[in-house]
DNA sequence: CTGAAAGCGCTTACAG
DNA sequence: CTGAAAGCGCTTACAG
């Protein structure tokens, strides 16, 4: 059975305009001028302690409510950002979203949201339209190449910041962005999985769309410094599939004792496909993924992984926002937070000598709806 | 190391407010006046082709768009919904404001979000204020206590819809709102683990504040059915750790040989707890997850599941919304997805003779950070 | 079909 | 410290 409510309840169509409070009934009911209650509300120094007192209360006995459209009208400050991205549900996005929604909110800000479907300069026009305010801010939300591509088509009377893929040397991004540089967390990760001895560590990148990302630098960097061979990355979207066709293609490479994945959902589809493999994860095959998804340290094994805090990047776009703005919030920090490795169950030492042959015994049928 | 570019790039203020192109610069450019630019941009049917094309053509030209505040604030329509909700992150919630999103963009309306901290009316408030527009629409997610107070303390004069759990039979929820009945998918899990020979199935309920959920009630019915004892529902979160909990807690339990979990994260967390003490599922343990969670089928076992489409949930939500408000989106669906069982990997007959013991061999030490 | 008027609720200057 | 003026960019009626 399915449920909703087919029109219950509609005793107000919402546009009782006639009965909301506005600035001109406080300052009536208050006795001052309306300028006066105006001044309260934007917190001007000059208004006596007496009137403020006295305009505060009013407001709060008459319930009234600024009307933001007005004051954007005005001429008031801005105070709302949309952020434009491809995606809600992907950890990442969905991460520092959040913390881009706490920071705004903290700022007295109202944060608005629009999916980037394709970054065309017309949608993007369209995307700016959508901001709550004239000439409301933006976040773009840069992690793949259609928010690259957004990112670019801005209208340019918009301030905009952004979240971006750690830029390679000497790239300098065209908005004020913030990163998490991955490439000594990657190497690290590399280096821990040379340590227990494999012969090499095999890589599943993330989509990249301008030269090799920092955290593929830091793994092939890794590789160099011992001489270890350096197999071609394997090319990969954001999701557990991607994860889950690579692994299959190296399941009969015996050379492929290790996987350093670009994210968790990658790694995870990476150990599914081991495991249907009759294989063991990590007695067959080292996997390590990239981000710390909240579910990493619950999966069987769990995951060892690249910890990534996403919401604090997310309060440092913020951050980096108010500064273009000349709003800066009460102890806003600014700073991009590190990545780190976080070891648990999936590395291990190479087999004593990979069979290569899968093990009948084990095989599932494969993947089902 | 971390990065970010300290203030590159900030040749714009993003206050031209001087530069933008007005409805009136519009109408001085296609020779006409102001209104007839007005009843363009509003589709008005009373404009004559040619002056409509070649103010059409004027907008493009000077990269016209117009100004959602000042619309908003002359009394034009609605344009613009916020949802309200205490998590961005978790599934149900993120895929809920996906479709909720995707439905706004098509009637071309912006959506803002704010998180519930904590409902009270002062905080309802100013949640309303931050409703992008005067009487701005308000969607809220309801799935839990906070969500569902936070509905209860909206100011009336905001047109409000709501997504929310399953109500009990003859409860009328005070705002139109929509829902996913799961009854009978919970009815029907439950009899796929009794029809497997299991003597009882365990319930993991998740957080409920007025009676139990539908899920619950579905599942009861099914052990009442066939006179299976029922245990008392164990009470959880929305995470994975409190599956972990729970399932510890059932282990050594013999009579226990199937578990209903409240959502898959709470599934994931048991599957991890049974494995950790050396057993196997579903060999000894079946478990059934609720919502089919992207990673779901990648889960080792791939994870048996009531699937719920959260984004169609989210969808509806907005048509219902824009019945209430009387702006109706070509072809917009408000029927409420069903919620449907899907067979993967967890379940199976209960063990011969469960043992009870722990299995030494296979004890993990307990979860790592 | 099109234009002149008035006003939405606020905010900046500008005066006192 | 406080009030009277003007205007932000649009939209509804109201006239033609």
Redesign the pocket.
Known sequence: MTGHIDGLNIGTDGCD??Q????????RAA?????????V??H?????????EAVLATISALG????R???A?????LQSVTVLATSTSLWGYSAAIQGIEEATRTVGFGMGFRKIEEASPKNMRAAAEYAVE?AGALIVIAFDRAGAMALQSVPSDIPTAAIIQAPGEGIVPAHPSVWIDEFEAARDATRHLLGLGHRTVHYVAIPSWSGPTRREQGWLTALQEVDAPAPAPLKAGWTAEWGYEAARGLVDDAEATALLCGNDDIALGAVRAISEQGLKVPDDMSIVGFDDVPFARFSCPALTTVRQDFTALGRACVATLMDLIGTRGPGMRRTAPEAELIVRETTAPPPARRSGARCGAGVHSSLSP
């Open positions: 305009r006639s909301v409070v506005s600035i001109r009934d406080v300052a006795g001052v001028s309306h300028q006066t209650v105006s001044r509300i934007n001007s120094p000059s208004v006596s302690d007496a009137t403020r009234f409510r600024p009307n459209a007005a004051r009208l005005a001429g008031g400050p004239p």
